[in-house]
């Protein structure tokens, strides 16, 4: 018979995969309904008793993974800022083309906006807080340099072909294109009301669309700036504006300034 004490003894299984899966489980639960929690009542009215009840979990497991309530609404701003991110990183948009590439940008920004609502009302909600949470995320600026780092590649490879003008700035069109969207998106509610339009039907939808296309293409595009200066009907890029309140009639300024 065997003498079972020279046996050597096995450890038991480390379950550490387990709990770990299990950890982010939760962690991701908890980060899915404060994502909705925050887009429905505020950061102010979404509580963490709210949010733990959303997730099927505990308040304290809110403080374990994230510290303060503060610190989950950060991390729910970072997520909304990289799930836009990968979705833009993954556009199939070919630089060598930059005008196709240049109405792709515009057609996903508008195309997200409007069918990721939650996003557009949870920065109306840190907007209403001047900034305070974002600003104190280390990985926000990382998710808008890609943004910026994908309308520069695509300017400068229309500008080497002289299709665009030379003179743009990345952020700038960045900017001009994610307004349109964001404004759309956010005030298609009221602005239904206001023109006593269906901003959400589809036709005003691709109405929109084409017209912010357009109008993009025409702002990068050389020959419009070369026209125009030819043509002096707008002044060149970066010119005093007080230059263009100085040629109006006495009447034209004074409403003008009326409405400031």
Do not use: C
Request: aromatic share 10%; no cysteine; hydrophobic share 35%.
């Amino acid at each position: 018979m065997a003498d079972s004490r020279s046996a050597p003894k096995t450890k038991p299984l480390r379950r550490t995969g387990v709990r770990e899966a299990a950890a982010q489980a939760t962690r991701d639960s908890i980060l899915k309904s404060a994502t909705k929690v925050f887009a429905k009542y505020g950061y102010d009215g979404g509580s963490v008793e709210k949010i733990s009840k959303a997730a099927k979990s505990y308040d304290r497991m809110i403080y374990y993974y994230f510290g303060s309530k503060e610190g989950l609404f950060i991390a729910v701003l970072e997520g909304i800022y990289k799930r836009m991110d990968d979705a833009e990183a993954a556009i199939a948009m070919d630089a060598t083309r930059p005008v196709e590439a240049l109405t792709e940008v515009i057609r996903f920004v508008l195309g997200y906006y409007r069918k990721n609502p939650e996003f557009v009302t949870l920065l109306n909600t840190e907007n209403l807080h001047k900034g305070r949470h974002i600003s104190k995320s280390l990985r926000a600026r990382e998710y808008s340099s890609r943004a910026v780092a994908i309308i520069a590649e695509i300017l400068a490879s229309g500008a080497a072909q002289g299709l665009f003008r030379k003179d743009l700035v990345a952020r700038d069109i960045y900017l001009l294109i994610a307004s349109t969207g964001y404004f759309y998106t956010s005030n298609r509610h009221t602005l239904t009301a206001f023109l006593g339009e269906p901003m959400e039907s589809p036709e005003a939808v691709t109405h929109w669309e084409d017209f912010v296309i357009e109008t993009l293409l025409r702002t990068v595009r050389a020959d419009e700036l070369q026209e125009a200066q030819d043509n002096n009907t707008t002044p060149p890029p970066h010119e005093d504006t007080s230059k263009w309140q100085k040629s109006q009639p006495a009447q034209s300024r004074a409403r003008s300034s009326s409405r400031t």
